[in-house]
């Protein structure tokens, strides 16, 4: 379970994140605690696993030009090809699926013809074919939730 600060600092900052020079110091104020403590509690719930990262989320096709991408990667290829398109400085993150596209990623870049070049080059590196799979119609799915009222389940006897 979280400290009343971890669930504050989790909760009170999952949208309208500070865009500001220092947004840390402004929520170590509020929050009554140091920068640094701010800061160090962040790192900390991102090695438990509580926070996967911290950053935008810009709404598709509104900079640049994006697609998910798939690939059939034999199984004792997997690891060596998801760490090969991990390197790419516009792969968001890949992940593995069980299906026959076991390899599943994000591709950014600056237009249309950047992201052709990156996926035409992950092909040729990977000696695998790359399906594009890009967005036709977009849905806002808002991931955030109360951190304040997750407790453990309690049984009640009658």
């Known amino acids: 379970m979280y400290s009343h600060l971890e669930q504050r600092l989790l909760n ?4 309208e994140f500070p ?14 605690m140091s920068e640094s403590d701010v800061i160090g509690m ?16 810009v ?3 509104s900079i ?12 004792q290829q997997l690891e060596k090809v998801a760490d090969r398109i991990s390197a790419y400085p516009e792969v968001n993150h890949n992940y ?12 950014t870049a600056p237009d249309e013809d950047a992201l052709t070049r990156v996926l035409d080059t ?13 967005m036709i119609d977009s849905y806002h799915i808002d991931l ?6 997750s407790s453990p389940v309690l049984e009640v006897q009658a």
């Open 96 to 107: 593995e699926r069980d299906h026959r596209f076991n390899l599943w990623f994000v591709v």
């Open 144 to 149: 955030g939730f109360d951190l304040r009222f």
């Open 122 to 134: 992950i092909e040729h590196e990977c000696e695998l074919p790359v399906m594009s799979l890009p």
């Open 42 to 57: 962040l790192n900390e719930l991102k090695e438990q696993g509580a926070i996967s990262r911290i950053g935008a989320v």
């Open 64 to 75: 640049g030009a994006s697609t998910l991408a798939a690939m059939a990667v034999p199984q």
């Open 19 to 32: 865009l500001e020079p220092k947004p840390y110091a402004l929520m170590a104020e509020k929050l009554g």
């Open 12 to 15: 009170e900052w999952q949208r």
């Open 59 to 61: 709404k598709p096709g």
